[in-house]
């Protein structure tokens, strides 16, 4: 849920920061804490300065170390001192960051209450991580005071057209697409070669068989040509489909927006 104020991207993924986002995670929950830094590990763009499960500890460290971080992921509820405790004592410094509320409470007030606190994002648990990532994104992209380059994180951008196109996240699908999509984009000799080899890696990665798979995939295409944007059907697929009687098959569906990521990367380069 989209708590701010901030103009909306003309067109997805234009711009990628030139600075890094400096993360503050604060939740009771190890786990999720553990999740965080684990997927951003590596990360050219995002860098998790400091874990937090105690809320005193962490208000202590967001007061006295604010050039650390840019961006504050918390949850409401913490030990000694909670989450909205927190956004309202950096409130009241003065101490403006971005922030993106993680919380399993989803009632009318909370949520109002969170909009009173400069928060941008409220996401109900569980999250996520690549949606999350997304919104961290965009937080930065409307921020005019942050420099820019002309390059894009195809994965963030791949999660999100995959969004558009009505594949939600929970399916299985959705992620084996969003494998196999980085897969063709990242290596050219894979294009003709889905079944035999792109998806035995997603197997391997996600302890499956290549069969399920495959399965999976269909399944989430199904859904998309129910539930997703015509209009951005037809301009990724073009008159190849005939959305009346078929479908494209899953190698269509992978290769068709790997090339287009390729091509729309080629043209930033060039």
């Known amino acids: 849920m989209y708590l701010g104020t901030g103009k909306n991207l003309e067109k997805r993924g234009n711009n990628t920061m030139n600075k890094m986002i400096n993360v503050v995670a604060i939740d009771d929950n190890e786990a999720v804490l553990g999740s965080v830094k684990k997927y951003f590990k590596g990360s050219e763009v995002v860098n998790v300065v400091k874990l937090f499960t105690d809320g005193r500890e962490a208000l202590d460290y967001l007061i006295n170390y604010t050039n650390e971080y840019n961006l504050l992921l918390i949850d409401i509820i913490l030990a000694n001192i909670d989450g909205i405790k927190i956004l309202e004592t950096l409130k009241e410094k003065g101490i403006e960051k971005k922030i993106i509320v993680l ?74 697409i969003r494998d196999g999509v980085m897969l ?75 090339d287009k990521f390729k091509l729309y990367t080629k043209e930033l380069i060039g």
Do not use: C
């Open 103 to 176: 919380s399993s409470f989803k009632d009318d007030f909370s949520i109002k209450k969170i909009q009173t606190l400069n928060a941008s994002y409220y996401m109900l648990k569980p999250i996520d991580l690549s949606i999350l990532e997304s919104r961290m994104m965009e937080l930065f992209e409307v921020d005019h005071n942050i420099e820019y380059k002309g390059s894009i994180n195809v994965e963030v951008e791949v999660s999100s057209l995959l969004h558009d196109l009505g594949i939600p996240s929970h399916v299985r699908g959705y992620r084996y």
């Open 184 to 258: 063709l984009y990242e290596s050219s000799s894979l294009v003709n070669l889905v079944t035999k080899d792109v998806y035995p890696i997603i197997a391997e990665k996600y302890d499956t068989t290549s069969t399920r798979v495959e399965r999976a995939i269909r399944h989430a295409i199904e859904i998309s040509w129910m539930r997703g944007d015509i209009k951005l059907m037809e301009e990724l697929f073009g008159n190849s489909i005939d959305f009346d009687r078929s479908k494209p098959t899953n190698a269509e569906f992978l290769t068709t927006i790997a």
